[in-house]
Nanobody, 118 residues
Framework: QVQLVESGGGLVQAGGSLRLSCSAS????????IGWYRQAPGKQRELVAR?????NYADSVKGRFTISRDNAKNTVYLQMNSLKPEDTGVYYC??????????????WGQGTQVTVSS
């Protein structure tokens, strides 16, 4: 019954901004790591931003994107500024945490489409 639901995607012109949200039915506070990934058509899924022991970003988004979380609401955010056409893709929320048997498990949302036009 674990659910991660992304929202906030859409169509935006280059230079614009969007904020993605991921609402989780599980605790983000107790998670090993939380993050955002994206996948462009015909390409593999890639890391965009992640919070674990530290915060890290893909080189292509450094200085433009910011990942954050509200543990009280079990929600993860991705603020995206100065968007470029190459940012276009489906963005997925990811939560990595221990299950009841002590095994690390990845949970994924259904994805939200982000399209940046020229």
């Amino acid at each position: 019954q674990v659910q991660l639901v992304e929202s906030g995607g859409g169509l935006v012109q280059a230079g614009g901004s969007l904020r993605l949200s991921c609402s989780a039915s599980i605790s983000t506070a107790s998670s090993k790591a939380i993050g955002w990934y994206r996948q462009a058509p015909g390409k593999q899924r890639e890391l965009v931003a992640r919070i674990s022991d530290s915060t890290n970003y893909a080189d292509s988004v450094k200085g433009r994107f910011t990942i954050s979380r509200d543990n009280a609401k079990n929600t993860v955010y991705l603020q995206m500024n100065s968007l470029k056409p190459e940012d276009t893709g489906v963005y997925y929320c990811n939560v990595n945490r221990w299950d009841r048997w002590g095994t690390l498990v990845d949970y994924w949302g259904q994805g939200t489409q982000v399209t940046v036009s020229s």
